[in-house]
């Protein structure tokens, strides 16, 4: 069946779910406000009066070009919960409704119904990254004092490699749905996950610490990495890095296979 024409069958069920319209609109608003809420964050601690070593807090370039585009695209992606959650959602109403096996009945593919998952979940991620892009943009152009145009879109990269973590994300989120079938579970699993990972890797000898770069959720967390310490003086990774790209890549790979074998051998 035409993609397109699943995407729109998909969009039809979510549109009808409540969760999905809040949600959606939560994750906007939140995009939307967070620089504006950083301004004024500032701003409150240049009013009571708080110095760092005499430096004007409304002087640290958090919303300046070009470090803007890693700074809040670092933030942004703890907001990918929201999205992750209208995908469960989704997907668990699906089984419980028994939607998917009267749409397999009815001549709709379980095939078709992974490929009208993914449609959405790559519509919320462009959705979301053009969103971001945007809001960047526009705050960027807004707050940066000198604005040199040939430095503007300098690190736009980090919106890509945002997708890419989200993308994912959300991709995971389903293989869990998938595995879990229950929305309730699935969300606690997936809020679990990272925490076990962490204690996974704290109890890992010391010689396999290598390893961390390639568990999971850990390889999304390095398409991004924490931006701030620049702003005491320590070395960052400020660019997104080719293998940490080519490792999330392949686990998007294995995930949508999983998603599919998973689907194919077992009773809706």
């Known amino acids: 069946m035409n993609i397109i024409k699943l995407l729109k069958i998909d969009l039809v069920k979510l549109l009808n779910y409540r969760a999905f319209n809040v949600l959606i609109g939560m994750y906007a608003l939140l ?10 964050f500032l701003k409150w601690l240049k009013v009571k ?5 005499g430096f004007d807090p409304m002087k640290i370039p958090v919303l300046h070009f ?3 585009w890693q700074n809040v695209t670092y933030v942004y992606t703890f907001l ?3 999205l992750a959650i209208v995908i469960i959602i989704s997907v668990s109403n699906e089984f419980s ?7 397999v009945i009815d001549g ?3 095939v078709d119904f992974v490929k009208s998952k993914l449609a959405t979940i790559f519509m919320l991620s462009v959705g979301s990254a053009i969103l971001v892009f945007f809001t960047t943009l526009i705050t960027g152009f807004i707050y940066t004092p000198d ?3 040939s430095k503007a879109l300098e690190t736009s990269t980090f919106v890509i490699a945002y997708f890419l973590d989200l993308l994912t994300y959300l991709v995971f989120a389903f293989f869990l749905t998938v595995l879990f079938k229950r929305s309730a579970l699935t969300i606690f699993m997936l809020m679990l996950y990272r925490p076990i990972e962490l204690t996974i890797m704290g109890i890992m000898p010391k010689e396999w610490d290598p390893i961390h770069d390639y568990l999971p959720m850990h390889s999304l967390s390095k ?3 924490f931006p701030f310490q620049r702003y005491w003086f320590q070395e960052i990774q400020d660019y997104v890095a080719i293998e940490a790209v080519a490792v999330v890549i392949i686990y998007l790979v294995l995930f949508v296979w999983d998603i599919n074998y998973k689907l194919k051998n077992s009773d809706l």
């Open 31 to 40: 995009i939307i406000s967070i620089p504006i809420t950083v301004t004024e």
């Open 49 to 53: 009066g708080a110095d760092f070593d």
């Open 66 to 68: 070009p470090d803007i």
């Open 80 to 82: 990918k919960i929201f």
């Open 97 to 103: 409704y028994k939607t998917i096996k009267q749409n």
């Open 108 to 110: 709709f593919s379980r």
């Open 147 to 149: 604005i040199d145009l």
């Open 223 to 225: 398409l991004i990495e």
